[in-house]
């Protein structure tokens, strides 16, 4: 039987593709029924179609116009699995190809490298959890600890990394916690209540493959197995974020905040054909794959192409504690989990406020049985403040719009950590990411009166290691056609002497902007004492006001980059970490900053360093811009037990790009559409009868004798 | 008569205060009859009582309670009025001391500095203006261009700036442009037509000083003087902001952008007892004067002291092309002219969202007679997306939490130019400040053809300078109390020689943090390449939890600081502009960055560099902590005719703090409570019937034949 073709090429693959998948899959590899070895579907994914056939068939898409898509020619549809053969004692990885024009088949078999490392998934982690928990060595471990009758053992899969150029197997180790609740709350904090052994599980064949001591001194490397009696666990305390746990914990919940709620009457303003959405003269595609979660491509505005394809390409999460076992910790959230596996069933009411328009991910399980993220992706308007005002002083008269935007969400959970990503677009034309870092840190025990140097004492016992997020985002620009340019943009004081002034600066106030554009891919980075901007022109289309070629800007965020030293090999797999800005020729299929195979990673994970490394001219080419950012995070106290989110944002603005400020035609904000009210003051606490509040229909909680001095508010 | 008390000794002179000042003042200095000197009223302003009276005394008030505050002493009222005798030709100004304790009385009169200017004011501005329009050397001037039968001349005065140590008179230059609409429509936008000449009047007795002739081409200091016609001036489009405008040039406002309503059923969550403020934990005193606008004081959180004052200090806005008479642009909006003053009047329903309060600004015309800027500020709560969120990998239940935060904000119009400030405080005990820059650019006339180093062609003729705004932000810390110090922290990486591996750093991966305590006052530096933070600590309280001095953390933002030479007269007087922070001693009456008087100021205005100069000793001392940031402003053909705006926040948060997470109590985010709504699509060009509108209810406004290939959306 067919596959039912996909509405647009880009759309991800629909439960009858994924299927289809499957079963072209197992009709090449056949399920052993003895359970000698098993089939594991890791992912699944759809192989997008090369930009030589997509981009111009998106413009005929454009061309057609809505009603008149059943014209266009289908593309080829392309998948690969990622797939494993468990045996008892070994597992094999093979990347199966499959077409799914027509009836789906199987195209090529590969194996996956030997040299790197598959991802783990959750089904291997809950798998090794399983039988960590009741492996004796563990149970040992454990005992030796005089661990209290109320508490139970918790253990999370976490991510190996690597901390040489050698090939280990692959790893799972476990961060270990106890729930202090004996398990009867399953939403209790264990993180508040860490134990210092991290054993590791092989991720294939879910064995023991040793138990690590931790420190548990401020320094050094003495562990438990150094100190006279059991290990102290009575020091900690529980420290809820659940609500009704913290409430049974003895803190009320605020009663103050009161209801505020976005309505839309007239619904929201922005309407889908498929997963192609219109908003506000913007128009773009909503893809979603496991890997990168949201994937926006075909951006375009007013009909003019801008961007080809962006989405959040890797991250990677190094923590500085030099000590075994934890100096191997610095995750890949994406090459080494997943954002999409990783998304959050979006709630209405709860993530945002509106009219809400909601996107599932279809995947399946390890099995190859189709499974669902409900609300992987949500897209709602959000209102901004203002977009921009002018008041004449002569007549008084403002001006003033406000800045709408529409906002494409997706929110992951990887083990403790919670990362929001939001794309936004306004009515100026301007896209932004905004990045929020939240949930809960990743913790280690250490000693009562202990302070570290690598991390603060976030709770009695809970030591929050210093440790950093470094995002990497894919830019493929189309900014009026896929020939660009990047230009480097510094403001620079002009020479002055005072004793002997140039004739051209006189007084010395004179600056200018130096332009350099880039002509090699390679790395880049910001440098905001100079103002400096990255300039995404095409020098083929020149703007007809300033006669400078269209561009679109990006400010690079000028966060701290890899604070590993250079020569570590933490330093080494943060392929990306090592400038702001990336420039790449544009190659099919190189969409990962980290490296396609990042877990476990000892640093030639043929990423950014690669992509670089070919030294390819960029110079009005089809080129690809990727920037670093993101945060040194060194814990407070107030991070824990859960963060409030640490947000940043970074834009992509037109700049030379339209004739003149392209959020001009926006209608005024006025009273009538907004329908805004005037603040009614409640009593504050004034003697009835003196304040006015009865005269204002104020409901008066006064006792005699409270009446502040003025009599009135 | 004695004048009535404030509710609270920081609230804004009132009318019957300023009222009794003007009466004071001119019962000691008696106005002429006879015209031949006039009393100039500049500024009435409260004179805030010296901390050590006022300290105290706002724990009082803390410890009285509501209802109670009629047992707080009244503290020492004062008010200084900056008050000039204009005479025909020459005017003499005087800073006249007012007690209004008991009657209103002049305590003490002093001349205002003969080497320092006092600032223009919108009166000597427009009085400037009316005689410049009919001056007949003027006239000649603009007679000599054969301007167009439907322009209009309009004038609008400007800074004078500085361009040498030279006390100079106190001038005022006007940017001259046409109305290309006869003056039929006020709002039409004069800035898409700037005219080549820069008359300079004296804005003491009104007189014209001389005419500036402007360059014309892209370099080079050519004028019109130098052209053998004409000046061209039909290279002009109208180019408009004001919607009318807008739509009468022909484009049609956006019809697609749907209401979008912040309702708050029970009411605003904030309460006020005069002009302090309750929310959510915090309480602060929220004051206004005509140069720094609002004034936020004894801003405390949960009852613990944080911050004694906060307030924008100054602002520079020096521009770069070094050609006269452009050389000496160079505004201190807040110094030169107030931000108070330029307040708009914020309307509802238009400047935000929801329940809104106001706070009106009493002050007066130089005349001396009571005005008011309804609505100079105004009050409500916001949503600024999620708090935190957490779900539980085990349990998929998510905890999250909203971040609702109360803005404190006020816009200016300072001629061409707005400014948006509002002072956030969120849940998790964060305050932030937010900047944004709007308005229309100045902008200068520039030849067809011509482009410009030293800025952007961004209309026909027009040339929109580069430029920046530097503001100075003065923080008055009270971190559990008044002494704090100020303590840098960079994260650097360790010590690592990968051959010889140190035993604490064995793979490489460690860092730590340097914590550099500032001792003497002085200016510091952001190092973003270093995640450089600067922590205002007290010493003497210790977290609890961690062990370390309580702190709230300020993260600079590393904006590229003055361009200009150092050397240069504009960067000699951006006092607050070669450093991003700057701690200084606390003294009282320090308010301002740039110096007190910073009109035509020539470097030496007794701003910061006095302060810091004095070397005071800062660790463990009541301290001030400045913030200077901005952006460097390229214009972009977008930015013109009214610019989007350009956004900025800096943050000062809790850290080690507080003992947890400040915002663990929030209640969570339920559908109950927001009540928000699934989109619901509308007909998406679909064929009746096949596409599932009539199922959905959805009305279908499909031709026949339009349907999409699958049939549904």
Not at 298 to 318: A, E, L, W
Not at 404 to 412: A, E, M, P, Y
Not at 436 to 460: D, H, K, M, Q
Not at 585 to 599: I, M, P, Q, S, V
């Amino acid at each position: 039987m067919s596959v039912p073709a996909p509405l647009h090429p880009l759309d991800p693959l629909s439960p009858a593709e994924i299927a289809a998948c499957v079963s072209a899959v197992k009709a090449k590899v056949k399920e052993n029924e003895h359970g000698e070895h098993r089939l594991w579907f890791k992912s699944i994914q759809l192989i997008e179609p090369p930009k030589k056939l997509l981009a111009p068939w998106l413009d005929q898409w454009h061309a057609a116009g809505r009603g008149h898509r059943n014209i266009l020619p289908r593309l080829p549809r392309n998948a690969v699995v990622l797939m494993g053969v468990k045996r008892p004692k070994s597992t094999t990885w093979y990347e199966i190809f499959v077409s799914l024009d027509g009836k789906a088949k199987v195209t090529e078999t590969i194996s996956a490298p030997t040299h790197l490392h598959v991802p783990p998934d959750m089904a291997e982690m809950m798998a090794a959890e399983e039988a960590l928990l009741k492996h004796p060595e563990f149970l040992r471990a454990v005992e030796k600890m005089q661990l209290p009758p109320h508490a139970r053992v918790v253990a999370d899969g976490w991510i190996y990394g690597a901390d040489s150029e050698e090939r280990t197997n692959r790893h799972t180790p476990f961060m270990v916690y106890l729930n202090l609740t004996n398990g009867e709350h399953e939403d209790s904090c264990h993180y508040s209540a860490p134990l210092p052994i991290v054993p590791v599980m092989s991720s294939d064949d879910f064995s023991l493959v040793r138990i690590d001591y931790c420190p548990i001194f401020g320094t050094g490397e003495k562990t438990i197995l150094d100190l006279d009696g059991p290990f102290p666990w009575h020091l900690y305390v529980t420290n809820e974020y659940d609500a009704a746990l913290v409430e049974a914990s003895g803190v009320a919940l605020r009663t103050d905040v009161k209801p505020y709620r976005v309505i839309q009457p007239e619904g929201a303003s922005f309407s889908l054909e498929g997963r192609v959405i219109n908003w506000q003269k913007w128009s773009f595609h909503i893809g979603f794959n496991y890997r990168e979660g949201p994937v926006l491509s075909d951006i375009r505005y007013d009909g003019r192409k801008v961007f080809y394809r962006v989405s959040v390409s890797d991250m990677t999460v190094p923590y500085g504690d030099p000590r075994a076992p934890y100096h191997r910790k610095q995750a890949f959230d994406l090459g080494d989990i997943g954002a999409g596996l990783c998304a959050n069933s979006l709630q209405l009411g709860c993530d945002c406020l509106g009219e809400i328009h909601y996107l599932d991910f279809d995947h399946f399980g390890v099995d190859g049985q189709a499974q669902a993220i409900k609300g992987a992706v949500c897209i709602h308007e959000q209102d901004e403040g203002l977009g921009w005002k002018h008041t004449n002083f002569r007549t008084n008269r403002p001006s003033v719009v406000r800045n709408r935007v529409l906002v494409i969400q997706t929110i992951i959970t990887v083990a403790n950590y919670e990362y929001i990503f939001a794309w936004k677009f306004d009515q100026a034309a301007g896209v932004h990411l905004e990045t929020r870092a939240t949930g809960i840190l990743s913790t280690a025990a250490i000693l009562p009166g202990e302070t570290s140097p690598y991390g603060n004492v976030v709770s009695p016992g809970v030591l929050a290691t210093n440790h950093q997020h470094l995002f990497s985002v894919r830019i493929d620009p189309s900014i009026d056609g896929h020939n660009n340019t990047v230009v480097q943009e510094d403001s620079v004081t002009m020479p002055y002497d005072k004793a002997n002034p140039p004739e051209n600066n006189r007084w010395g106030v004179g600056y200018v902007v130096e332009k350099t554009p880039v002509t090699r891919s390679g790395g880049y980075d910001a440098a905001p004492e100079k103002n400096r901007v990255f300039k995404i022109t095409n020098p083929s289309k020149i703007n007809p006001i300033s006669g400078k070629p269209v561009a679109y800007k990006l400010v690079p965020t000028p966060s701290q980059l890899m604070i590993a030293h250079p020569d570590s090999i933490q330093y080494a797999r943060a392929e990306f970490g090592e400038h702001h800005i990336y420039v790449t020729k544009y190659r099919d299929g190189e969409l990962y900053a980290g490296g396609k195979w990042t877990n476990q990673s000892t640093g030639n994970a043929e990423g950014m360093r690669a992509y670089i490394g070919r030294g390819d001219a960029v110079e009005n080419e089809d080129i690809v811009v990727w920037h670093t950012f993101g945060l040194t995070h060194n814990p407070r106290v107030e991070d824990f037990p859960v963060m409030p989110c640490e947000t940043h944002t970074f834009s992509l603005k037109p700049n030379d790009f339209f004739s003149k400020n392209p959020a001009i035609d926006v209608p005024p904000s006025t009273q009538t559409f907004n329908q805004s009210n005037l603040y009614k003051a409640g009593c504050a606490g004034c003697k009835d009868g003196g304040c006015g509040c009865q005269a204002k229909g104020i409901a008066c909680k006064c006792k005699a004798g409270e009446c502040n001095r003025t009599g009135k508010l």
